[in-house]
């Protein structure tokens, strides 16, 4: 699978010559620095490459340029060249890509809603790789349902009687780049509801925990992170409003669950780059298993057929929001639950495909296996995603009594008539099916059944 896939021309983002050279350079700096030996030595010894990682958000490398605007230090990227991006560095090596992609995560608030103050002190350091950023939301008792968020911030008022800052007490669980990232920000219950607070790492007060013995992602640093009566400045106030927190990480979630779409095709990439060689070359019974059906038609070309179609979701999914359009939430959901459950599924059959060889460390397949299953978990498990898909397609069918999916299904049936052979009548069909499938669960009170919702959603 190609590392630069054909797009439509946007008016956001790089020109396609630019994205290709960012792009070689990542093939580039994949093949010195962070060779398939490399990311293996890492996973066996749990160790998180401080200096790589600093060196790919240096100025060298500037690996996370693409993300920032141009006006704060970076590229200006749109949503598919950072969809690029970060599939080529998962590729590479998915613990590597997840110490980046929380780097994207921190300043994603600031993105959405910083002000411009706080943009021009936080970003232009972090675009010169002078910060790396964590993003602290998950708590013990709170991992997608937000609302149950207990780390709280109490205002701290000056003796003129106005709110100098917060103090910050609680705990967040799993952040990945605790104990390394220079600054966080972190998702607090103030009085007016749930905001996030730029936290820098030398805040008295804040501690990280013990770095977790993961099972897979082990190259990246996730910890827990200790908020003891700590201080925080009201200009650090993403936003200079209090209780828009919930407002602005969904804001987030609807571009980072498509980075982590991304991030499952990157992963695509690498297992094919191991397993598609493997069936040309292994010979049983007379001939390579390539040229075998029962080995193929179940072990490997399903997942390719998956991964080109996630390939085709996350892209696509990526120009709409380049080219302007809001409400993707539903559209984001389904690429990031399509794409990571088809990387899911190719890892645990590339280690059936590659059998004894597969299971051993050396060959690096048990490695994505494992690395994997977080793109299931983090960032809105994929049951959270069933659950987005379902209730909003349900909403959207019901409004429009069937015309939503009725509407697509004569699209393709379009396309059937000048293209029969691309199975555009089949497609018409299913999405017919879908629609009337949602108005009888509806009529018939079966949303109030998760399973069938689930059901629906897939």
């Known amino acids: 699978m190609a590392d630069n896939p054909e797009t439509k021309t946007r008016p956001a983002g790089l020109g396609p010559e630019e994205r290709e050279m960012v792009l070689d350079t990542l093939a580039g700096v994949r093949r010195a620095l962070l060779s398939r030996e490399t990311a293996l030595a890492l996973d066996r010894e749990g160790r998180f490459p401080e200096d790589l990682v600093r060196r790919l958000t240096g100025p060298e490398i500037g690996a996370h340029l693409v993300f920032l605007p141009e006006e704060h230090g970076g590229m200006g990227g749109g949503a598919a060249d950072a969809c690029a991006v970060a599939r080529s560095l998962s590729e590479g ?114 501690a990280a925990g013990k770095p977790e013995d993961k099972h897979g992602i082990r190259a990246s640093a996730t910890a827990a992170l200790h908020f003891g009566n700590v201080f925080v400045p009201v200009e650090n106030l993403v936003g200079g409003a209090p209780g828009q927190g919930l407002k602005q990480a969904n804001q987030v979630f609807g571009h980072t669950r498509l980075m982590v779409a991304a991030m499952a095709l990157g992963a695509a990439d690498a297992l094919a780059a191991i397993v598609l060689p493997y069936a040309m070359s292994r010979v049983q019974f007379g001939a390579p298993l390539a040229r075998k059906q029962g080995y193929t038609h179940k072990l490997i070309l399903p997942h390719i057929v998956r991964a080109a179609a996630a390939e085709a979701l996350v892209f696509e999914t990526a120009a709409r929001l380049d080219a302007g359009e809001n409400n993707l939430d539903t559209e984001t959901s389904m690429a990031k639950y399509f794409a990571s459950e088809t990387a899911d599924r190719f890892a645990g059959d590339a280690v059936q495909a590659l059998g004894g060889y597969g299971y051993m460390r050396g060959y ?46 004569g699209d393709l049936r379009a396309i059937h008539q000048d293209a029969p052979s691309t199975g555009a009548a089949a497609a018409a069909l299913a999405l017919a099916a879908t629609g009337r499938a949602f108005l009888f669960a509806h009529r018939h009170g079966l949303t109030r059944k998760q399973a069938v919702m689930f059901a629906l959603a897939d």
């Open 93 to 206: 090596c998915l613990g590597v890509a997840t110490a980046v992609f929380a780097l994207l995560l921190g300043v994603e608030p600031l993105l959405a809603a910083g002000t411009p103050g706080q943009k021009e002190r936080w970003l232009r350091p972090t675009a010169e790789g002078r910060l790396l950023w964590g993003y602290a939301v998950t708590e013990p008792e709170a991992g997608s349902n937000l609302a149950a968020l207990k780390c709280s911030a109490l205002p701290v008022v000056d003796t003129d009687g106005a709110i100098a800052g917060y103090r910050l007490t609680g705990a967040k669980q799993f952040i990945s780049n605790a104990g390394v990232a220079d600054v966080y920000t972190v998702l607090a219950v103030a009085p007016e509801g749930p905001s996030f607070f730029i936290v820098e790492a030398a805040s008295p007060g804040l």
């Open 364 to 409: 690096g397949v048990e490695k994505i296996r494992r690395d994997a299953k977080i793109l299931c978990i983090y960032e809105g498990t994929s049951e959270i995603q069933q659950n987005i898909i379902a209730m909003y397609r349900w909403k959207t069918a019901w409004k429009t009594k069937g015309g939503f999916y009725e509407n697509k299904a």
